[in-house]
């Protein structure tokens, strides 16, 4: 079954780290582009980094820029999203989201085949 499950979150105090992962199941993401979304109660759904399995090219939202890194390990399936120097207002539901050939409606549009269930992280200050 076509799967995709992020996890990693959790609770970190303000200027801590967290590594969050996707991981793919049922297909690989060789042909996807996967990204990162993050969503607080009563605000719309915010992009947060985007990686094109094509040539590796990444996207990143200004407010996570120089922060947050995202990368893929191909033998895993897997995409992280490195997070370091982590403010109050990253705390959010994150969640991946895998499209096809589609970096560009990931990105401008969050449209995507795939959604992870969500992993809550919460940085406290």
């Known amino acids: 079954e076509v799967q995709l499950v992020d996890s990693g979150g959790g609770l970190v105090q303000a200027g801590g780290s967290l590594r969050l992962s996707c991981a793919a199941s049922?297909?690989?993401?060789?042909?996807?582009?996967i990204g990162w979304f993050r969503q607080v109660p009563g605000k719309w759904r915010e992009r947060v980094s985007c990686?094109?399995?094509?040539?590796?090219?990444?996207y990143y939202a200004d407010s996570v820029k120089g922060r947050f890194t995202i990368s893929s390990d191909s033998a895993k399936n897997t995409v992280y999203l490195q997070m370091n120097s982590l403010k109050p207002e990253d705390t959010a539901v994150y969640y991946c989201?895998?499209?096809?050939?589609?970096?560009?409606?990931?990105?401008?549009?969050?449209?995507?085949?795939?959604w992870g269930q969500g992993t809550q992280v919460t940085v406290y200050s």
């Open positions: 990686i094109n399995s094509d040539d590796g090219s990444t």
């Open positions: 049922g297909f690989t993401f060789d042909d996807y582009a």
């Open positions: 989201a895998a499209a096809r050939f589609g970096l560009l409606r990931l990105w401008v549009r969050s449209e995507a085949e795939y």
